[in-house]
């Protein structure tokens, strides 16, 4: 039986054409008898990317909105945690380079959430001590009676070494 409407003109050379399958939306597709070129008169849209790219699979979207979650989430710790911060500045003496510099009085900024920790701004970024009673203390008494404890310790551990080298013998 002959098809019942006529196929339409190639649309380059104007030449026969005859049915070529179908895409897969399901538009009809044609084909030019002379210059052999195929293609389709009303291109029905599908729900697929355009050309060179590609759709996301199930697994990919499900990264995609795990990522966005946890940057919501991220973003909710990091204002909590703002809030949370709380400086105070005090006066404090380091005595972690008693040794070398001597004990050193400074101003510091004390964190809510971090106790036992101070910061000295005016020393650069790296300036951050940690161990009250240790490294710094918020009495220039405390931090004398460790710097003692320090000298004390390192003439031990002086006198210790010197013992052994009076003691190596050499034949």
């Known amino acids: 039986m002959p098809n019942p409407t006529p196929n339409p003109p190639c649309p380059a050379c104007g030449g026969t054409t005859t ?3 179908a895409t897969k939306a399901g538009s009809q597709r044609y084909r030019c ?29 499900d990264a995609k909105r795990g990522a966005e979650e946890r940057a919501v989430r991220s973003a909710r710790a990091v204002e909590f945690n703002r809030k949370k911060r709380r400086k105070q500045v005090v006066k404090v003496w380091i005595t972690k380079y008693a040794l ?14 971090h106790k036992g920790m101070v910061s000295v701004p005016k ?12 490294e710094w203390h918020r009495t220039r008494e405390s931090a ?25 013998r050499f034949e």
């Open 19 to 21: 049915t070529h399958g």
């Open 33 to 61: 008898l002379v210059c052999r070129k195929t293609f389709t008169l009303e291109p029905k849209k599908t729900g697929r990317p355009p050309f060179g790219e590609r759709a996301m699979t199930q697994k990919e979207r």
């Open 100 to 113: 070398t510099k001597g004990i050193q009085e400074a101003e510091a900024e004390t964190w809510a959430n």
């Open 123 to 134: 020393w650069g970024a790296l300036a951050t001590f940690h161990g009250e009673g240790r």
């Open 144 to 168: 004398l009676k460790r710097a003692e404890e320090m000298r004390l310790r390192r003439i031990a551990s002086l006198e210790k070494q010197l013992d052994k080298l009076r003691a190596l």
